[in-house]
């Protein structure tokens, strides 16, 4: 078995994740494998969610599931451009019809999310979905993938070998990230946009395509203006693997780090985000340049909604509908898609520096309105 770098307490994890955690430490090819904060059994497959591997010439393209390609962007606008709080009364509505006109296949379910936060100094635009139904059609490109390989070793495996994998399987596999990467930057920038029309940000509103849902921002840089209000970009991407350079990294709920670049890591619909960076160190390099991608779940998705039910008091629920209000549906409860993703669902995230020593707090915001659980 390979030696299991542990990025957590690992007396914390829960035994049927531990469990296939150790199985794929005894998988041929695997030569490190590391378990981050966040780590959760996974049902469909065999590893878990939370963990990074590495491998030099064999590659297991199945183990990021339908969802290749998912990632965190966020936006930031310096509160010297900001104008006034953001009203969900007035606009929450608003937004929410927005941004189901801002890509063709919408945010996703789960825990994928559109949020607007804060810190003391900046308001940021944070998006995390993925590839939706084109990283879908990649998987099962890789199912087929790995069936070829076993046809042709002569046994049923699990992996393939990377001479196996033609020039054009690799341009596909970096356009579906690439997709997903667009997809989030469209996203954040729309937002933004959607901000300066409703009078949130100082900006030269006059020269605003009406049409901005329907353009796509592409070529937008990471760095510039925006209709004369001054932003930055940054995204990072937790669930994919990179098949360029010697070792090939496999990351599955795990977020990749780069130097001198901030990563956003969601806590909870209720508690906002950790922005990070890496500390360039050996551990780091240990880390396989990468960390948790969230704070993780610390109750099912199921269990979560029991808890809500037969846990919580009910002044305590009465508190979350008085914060989030704006989400609470004709009948005064809220949709369990956002239930799910409470606080109490999750993680303490104090574990993420404690257990992370490669990485560097940058700041922690607060959220301010969260859409999420969008299907189109």
């Known amino acids: 078995m390979n030696t299991i770098g542990f990025y957590c307490d690992p007396n914390s994890i829960e035994q049927n994740a531990l469990d296939q955690l150790h199985a794929y430490a005894q998988k041929p090819y695997v030569e490190t494998i590391c378990a981050f904060t966040d780590i959760h059994f996974c049902q469909e497959k065999a590893l878990p969610v939370g963990v990074a591997f590495q491998t030099t010439d064999h590659i297991y393209p199945l183990i990021t599931g339908k969802d290749i390609g998912c990632g965190v962007m966020y936006l930031k606008v310096d509160k010297a451009h900001w104008l006034r709080p953001f009203d969900k009364k007035e ?213 979560a909604m029991k808890h809500w039910k037969t846990v919580l008091k009910d002044k305590e629920r009465k508190a979350y509908k008085s914060r989030f209000s704006e989400l609470l549906g004709k009948n005064g409860e809220f949709p369990s898609g956002y239930i799910q993703e409470f606080d109490f669902a999750y993680k303490n995230s104090t574990d993420i520096l404690k257990y992370h020593p490669h990485l560097k707090k940058v700041t922690q915001t607060t959220p301010v309105v969260t859409i999420k659980y969008s299907e189109i």
């Open 91 to 303: 606009h929450y509505s608003a937004l929410n019809f927005a941004h189901q006109q801002m890509t063709d296949d919408g945010l996703g379910g789960g825990n994928h999310f559109l949020s607007i936060e804060e810190d003391d100094s900046a308001v940021y635009i944070i998006c995390h979905t993925g590839t939706r139904d084109r990283g879908i059609a990649l998987y099962q490109h890789c199912i087929q993938l790995t069936r070829d390989y076993s046809l042709a070793c002569g046994n049923q495996v699990d992996f393939v070998h990377k001479d196996f994998l033609t020039a054009d399987f690799k341009e596909y596999y970096e356009s579906i990230l690439n997709f997903g990467y667009q997809r989030r930057k469209n996203f954040c920038l729309k937002t933004l946009i959607f901000l300066q029309n409703a009078n949130y940000v100082r900006c030269h509103k006059s020269e605003i395509d009406r049409r901005y849902l329907q353009v796509n921002f592409k070529d937008a840089e990471h760095g510039s203006k925006l209709y004369g209000t001054p932003y930055l970009l940054e995204d990072s991407i937790h669930n994919h693997i990179r098949l360029d350079g010697p070792r090939v990294l496999h990351r599955k709920g795990s977020t990749e780090l780069e130097k001198g670049k901030t990563v956003v890591i969601p806590l909870s619909m209720s508690r906002g985000s950790l922005l990070v960076r890496a500390v360039p160190s050996d551990s780091e390099r240990e880390a396989l340049s990468s960390c948790a991608h969230g704070a993780g779940r610390r109750l099912s998705r199921f269990e």
